[in-house]
């Protein structure tokens, strides 16, 4: 149980962290509205996930798993409009939260009794 609560904290704090991120960039002009708006969905569709991972609904790992793959598609054509190049460190540290969140959820989901 404590690995679902986890996920779903972790996953909720993230999803938060990106479409607030999202906001941001789009009020300081640094990514189009419609950039903005997609990865602020993308956001909001990791945290209502996250609500229904402790209770071990398959469908919301699933879902889970697709956000965090379009965020991280999403977080590289941002990059590519903000900066006009991929900061590697950046995904790779995107990468390795995603896997650890999608690591503790499958855990808790489909190992954990």
Same mark, same amino acid.
């Given at each position: 149980?404590?690995?679902?609560l986890l996920?779903?904290? !972790?996953?909720? @704090? =993230?999803?938060? +962290?990106t479409a607030?991120?999202?906001l941001k960039? #789009? &009020? *300081? *002009? *640094? %990514?189009?509205?419609? $950039?903005?708006? +997609?990865?602020?969905? %993308?956001?909001?569709?990791? #945290? +209502?996930?996250?609500?229904f991972?402790p209770f &071990?609904i =398959?469908?919301?790992?699933? @879902?889970? @798993? ?5 965020m991280?598609?999403? $977080? @590289? &054509?941002n990059?590519?409009a #903000? /900066? ?5 460190? /950046? /995904?790779?540290? &995107? !990468?390795i939260?995603?896997?650890? %969140?999608?690591?503790?959820? !499958?855990?808790?989901i489909?190992?954990?009794?």
């Amino acid at each position: 149980m404590l690995t679902l609560l986890l996920a779903g904290f !972790f996953a909720l @704090v =993230y999803g938060a +962290l990106t479409a607030f991120a999202a906001l941001k960039a #789009m &009020r *300081q *002009q *640094q %990514i189009s509205p419609g $950039a903005a708006a +997609l990865t602020g969905f %993308i956001g909001i569709i990791i #945290m +209502l996930s996250a609500l229904f991972i402790p209770f &071990r609904i =398959y469908l919301a790992f699933y @879902v889970l @798993v697709a956000g965090l793959i379009a965020m991280l598609v999403a $977080a @590289v &054509r941002n990059g590519l409009a #903000m /900066h006009g190049k991929i900061n590697p460190k /950046h /995904h790779i540290a &995107r !990468f390795i939260i995603s896997l650890a %969140i999608a690591g503790l959820a !499958f855990s808790g989901i489909f190992i954990t009794p």
